[in-house]
């Protein structure tokens, strides 16, 4: 009977290069949708922005004994009431202005400013039709040239000169032709803020039951995750919306009534217009700083009133931004500057002005989800505020780019803020294990890996030499005589050489001998009657054959030494590792110099100890040492 052959262990599974085609085409199927349909998404994302903005308050009055519907109308009154009173401010501002502009011609005084720059225009024009040919006289077909005595369109051969024929649209009859090409943009408009309008109401009085099918959508598997990525993206949201409401107003303020001071028309405008465009990202203030700067250079006949009205806003704006934002929003979004000028262009891009009104909002609501949701952690990672790159990383980069440098000052920076043993376990030695693992794929030179290991080992003398002769404080006697040996490579002797600076912080003592030599020393020292531990010491990948080896010959001719190995670096498969090693004759397999330092003297090492607490040990025979299994 015929068998099917088994499946392949990747079928039906996507590749690492499809799941990242799948990706991408999602993305971009999203960002389609969000363009086409912006017509739907806008009004809902304006109002999803107003309810953040408005749910405090409106929760605030419903705890304090108003109802829920008349809490929320009640805010959504007050907000469309205090828009509508500042959009009459403006308009009126606004008509009258333009009826100044109008009766005062400010014409003349502009021609006169700029005179100097219009001269100079002109003269380069003029040097640039310098060469031009002159056009000579015109001469009609089979004619003789035109006299130029000759009156109006009459040649000297009596004929006639063509007339110039002027078109002239006549003029409509119909009055109010104007209005539909008026009506359209006016009744869209209005529609469209009467369903924000609607929308925003609607959210506030059902807020929680939007909350409640948000999470029925999560399901129970992600109801913790779903519940705090809302929480804090109301919270960030809210918070962010309240302080830069609160923040603009105040510059606002501050611009008119320094405009005022100066004498620039209508400070009660441009102080509004500051308040509202402010809330675009960097580009704001100055889009709003256009108009009276205009204003000064047509109305006043000098430019000290120019550079004063620029210099208030450059002021205001550096004081704002450097010194009281900053103690006021504390750690802020949690977008970083890039990423927001980025996302503010990208929103602009898809909705025009209003994207760069939302793009605060939007791309905070991106970097949440990508904080709470694994899935979408490249969000963060692209546009949160922290650097993502650890140290192990970033040290890794600047050594093999040949920045040694800033590899010192990034181990100095570490050096201070951490114990040499976090230093060594935290950012030097997983940096060896992935220079040994990208040479073993070929993925750097010999020449590379090899400066690779000559600068660290520069730094470990030098910038790490003060911790180094810290750490080398004997607290008392010796807890422990280890005999060390690397495996095999220069990053199995660089991982040793960090573990032998670490030995005598807890007052032991260590020999390091070669490989070859590693058994006979064992063996010697513990003949003499010795407490001695063997240290076997390698960075993965490799060496693991090897380590099992000497583990076998100390097992087999010094039956009683205790022998500890240190698998440092990026071993994938710890069970594995260590049942080999066990098998082999290992009394104990470390994965971190702290781990190996807490099984060389777990009572006299307590802080750098991270294993879990040991057994108890047998009572130690001649000669030796018990490790703890």
């Known amino acids: 009977m015929p068998t ?29 949708v969000l363009f086409w349909a912006k017509a739907v998404f806008i009004p809902l994302a304006l109002a999803i922005l107003l309810t953040f903005a408005l749910s405090p308050v409106a929760g605030w009055l419903e705890r304090h004994g108003l109802g829920r519907v008349p809490s929320c109308l009640l805010v959504s009154g007050a907000a469309l009431g205090l828009v509508a009173g500042l959009g009459w401010v403006a308009g009126t501002q606004i008509r009258e202005l333009a009826r100044d502009v109008e009766e005062k011609n400010y014409t003349e005084n502009m021609r006169r400013k700029f005179q100097p720059v219009l001269a100079l225009l002109d003269r380069v ?9 002159v056009p000579g006289p015109i001469v009609p077909p089979g004619g003789q040239p035109a006299d130029p005595n000759a009156p109006p369109g009459q040649l000297t051969d009596g004929a006639r000169a063509p007339v110039p024929v002027v078109v002239i649209k006549p003029k409509t009859t119909e009055a109010l032709a104007w209005v539909p090409s008026l009506a359209g943009p006016v009744v869209e408009g209005l529609a469209a803020s009467l369903l924000v309008t609607v929308l925003t109401i609607f959210m506030l009085i059902q807020r929680e039951s939007v909350r409640d099918r948000l999470l029925a959508l999560a399901g129970r598997r992600q109801l913790t995750t779903t519940t705090r990525a809302l929480d804090d993206a109301a919270r960030r949201v809210s918070r962010y919306l309240l302080l830069q409401a609160s923040t603009n107003a105040a510059m606002g303020l501050i611009l ?12 009660a405008l441009w102080g509004l217009l500051t308040a509202a465009l402010r809330f675009i990202p960097y580009i704001g203030i ?48 949690g977008v970083s500057s890039l990423a927001l000028l980025i996302a503010a262009t990208f929103w602009a891009f898809l909705w025009g002005p209003v994207g760069l009104l939302l793009a605060v909002p939007l791309t905070v609501c991106l970097v ?25 990383a970033r040290y890794f980069h600047r050594v093999l780019s040949g920045q040694s440098d800033e590899a010192a000052l990034l181990v100095g920076e570490q050096a201070a803020a951490r114990p040499l043993p976090e230093v060594y376990d935290g950012v030097i030695l997983p940096a060896v294990a992935q220079a040994k693992a990208e040479r073993d794929r070929g993925d750097i030179t010999p020449d590379e890996e090899r400066t690779f290991y000559r600068v660290t080992r520069g730094l470990m003398g030098g910038v790490l030499a003060g911790p180094r002769a810290e750490a080398a404080e004997k607290p008392g006697g010796p807890t422990a005589r280890v005999v060390a040996c690397s495996v095999r490579g220069e990053a199995d002797r660089i991982a040793l050489a960090m573990f032998r600076d670490l030995v005598p912080a807890i007052g032991g ?56 190995v ?64």
């Open 125 to 133: 024009d003029h040097l640039g039709t310098a060469g031009a040919d």
């Open 286 to 333: 100055w889009l709003s700083a256009l108009f009276p700067i205009a204003l000064a250079v047509a109305v006043f006949p000098g430019w000290t009133q120019v550079l004063v009205v620029l210099a208030l806003y450059a002021g205001s704006d550096l004081l704002m931004t450097n010194v009281i934002e900053p103690l006021l929003f504390g750690r802020g979004t």
């Open 509 to 564: 003592e260590i020999e390091i001998v070669p490989a070859s030599q590693f058994v006979d020393m064992v063996r010697d020292r513990a003949g003499r009657g010795e407490k001695v531990v063997a240290c076997v010491g390698t960075v993965s990948p490799g060496g693991l054959a090897q380590a099992g080896g000497l583990c076998r010959q100390i097992r087999a001719r010094c039956p009683g030494v205790g022998v500890v």
């Open 566 to 629: 240190g698998r440092w670096g990026m071993s994938e498969d710890k069970a594995g590792t260590e049942q080999f090693l066990t098998a082999a004759g290992a009394s104990r397999v470390t994965w971190t110099l702290r781990e190996t330092l807490a099984a060389l003297a777990p009572d006299a090492a307590p802080a750098v100890r991270t294993a879990a607490p040991d057994r108890a040990a047998a009572p130690a025979e001649p000669g030796q040492v018990t490790v703890p299994a």
């Open 368 to 392: 949440v989800l990508g904080e709470h949701i694994p899935s979408l952690k490249f969000l963060h990672t692209l546009l949160g505020d922290e650097a993502s790159v650890d140290p192990t």
């Open 256 to 267: 008119g009534v320094g405009l005022y001071l100066i004498g620039i028309p209508y400070p």
């Open 4 to 32: 099917s052959s088994p499946a392949h262990p990747l079928v039906g599974r996507p590749v690492p290069g499809q799941r990242t085609f799948y990706r991408l085409g999602a993305i971009l199927l999203v960002v389609g």
